[in-house]
């Protein structure tokens, strides 16, 4: 299983699996776009031709970001958040980041728990970060190695 760079053809597919999961950042087709134009880092997992999940993730000063990642519902615990996360990572070392650095809802204790499998650690909060609904956001970082 590969991460391969996202492009222009992948974004109605991005747009199902992000409406399919309403715990993350919800983008329009245009932010998309401009990851597939190569304004982010993106990169998508595939299994037999169709769309599993997503990363996306920027640059900032000697970090990186991750800004949203999502997997279909019932394609989760398969390997392909992994796969996604380890690509994410790797871009970074190939950048010579410190940390990679990412927020998440505080409630969403599956993504939380599969963060700190991987090395993540809370490092603060955001009150009231998220709407539809409100919620605190916590941030995540992991040195990089």
Known sequence: MNAR??????????LQI??????????????????ARGEMAGWA???????????????VANDIEI????VRP?????GFGETLLRRA?????ELHAEKALLEVRASNFAA???????????VGR????????AEDALLLCAEMR
């Open 5 to 14: 760079p996202i492009e222009l053809h992948d974004v109605e597919s991005i």
């Open 18 to 35: 992000q409406s399919a999961s309403p715990e993350v950042a919800q983008w329009t087709a245009w932010d998309y776009n401009r990851v």
């Open 45 to 59: 997992v595939e299994e037999d031709g169709e769309l599993c999940g997503f990363l996306v993730a920027r640059r």
């Open 67 to 70: 800004l949203n990642f999502a």
């Open 74 to 78: 019932e394609a989760r615990r398969c």
């Open 89 to 93: 990572l790797q871009w970074g070392a």
């Open 112 to 122: 939380l728990q599969f963060y700190e499998h991987r090395g993540f650690q809370v």
């Open 126 to 133: 955001r009150p009231r970060y998220y709407v539809s609904p």
